[in-house]
């Protein structure tokens, strides 16, 4: 079984600072797979980012990367220069190896980030 | 291009009432992905589907509760007898193929059992 945690229910951040939402996991698969995505009140998820558990460099997209730390079990998604568009729900995911359910993802309980002006 | 669509946007239906919902998923992508959204009980995985085939429909709450896809694109999840815990957002996500990492949500159907 795998398990997301995600232990900011929410979170306070000033325009053009840097914050980092936290994210931790567990799972017995050696292959696995780490995504991040933002949820605005529109309700649609959108894909952030994503880190193989063999990608050996942390990934970035953007204003987006991603803090991998396997040994510690943790994913943390950093995002710099915070825009008041970034004012969201953001769910850390992951999935396991491929089964009869496919790459079903396995959610944490999500982050509310709330940028002030 | 466009992405994955999902209709209704939204859905009042009375308790015992069936629904379908509808998802249509990004075009080329044979993977395809429904969830739950719920207030108790977050975001769950309830059905996978491999072009027309699913595999495991053990994430299905209920009996209540089906899924079909046809053409390897659209695909409807019915509700039966809906009951009130039945309310929730239905997530519906595409990917490339089952072993192409990234899944693209459409904006779901907001479900609302009276």
């Known amino acids: 079984a795998q398990k997301i945690t995600q232990t900011q229910p929410g979170m306070f951040v000033q325009e053009k600072e840097a914050v980092t939402l936290d994210c931790t996991y567990d799972?017995?698969?050696?292959?696995?797979?780490l995504f991040w995505y933002k949820q605005p009140s529109s309700g649609e998820m959108i894909f952030l980012i994503y880190?193989?558990?063999?990608?050996?460099q942390n990934a970035t997209e953007g204003r987006y990367s991603l803090n991998f730390q396997k040994a510690r079990k943790s994913a943390n998604l950093v995002i710099s220069a915070s825009q008041l568009g970034d004012s969201a729900m953001y769910f850390c995911?992951?999935?396991?190896?491929?089964?009869?359910?496919?790459?079903?993802?396995?959610f944490g309980g999500g982050t509310r980030l709330m940028v002030k002006p | 291009g466009a992405g994955v669509s999902q209709s209704p946007s939204n859905k009042v239906t009375e308790k015992g009432k069936d629904v379908e919902l509808r998802c249509d998923p990004i075009?080329?992508?044979?993977?395809l992905y429904w969830y739950r959204q719920s207030l108790g009980q977050g975001l769950e995985f309830l059905i996978y589907f491999q072009g027309n085939s699913a595999p495991d429909k053990s994430g299905l709450p209920s009996d209540r509760f089906s899924a079909e896809r046809t053409g390897g694109s659209v695909s409807t999840l019915t509700i039966q007898r809906t009951q009130q815990e039945d309310s929730a957002v239905y997530l519906c996500?595409?990917?490339?193929?089952?072993?192409?990492?990234?899944?693209?949500f459409g904006p779901g159907t907001r479900l609302l059992v009276l």
């Open positions: 996500a595409s990917s490339l193929g089952r072993y192409i990492e990234t899944q693209y």
């Open positions: 799972t017995s698969d050696q292959s696995y797979g």
């Open positions: 075009s080329g992508h044979t993977a």
């Open positions: 880190q193989g558990s063999y990608d050996e």
């Open positions: 995911a992951m999935r396991g190896v491929p089964n009869n359910a496919g790459n079903m993802l396995t």
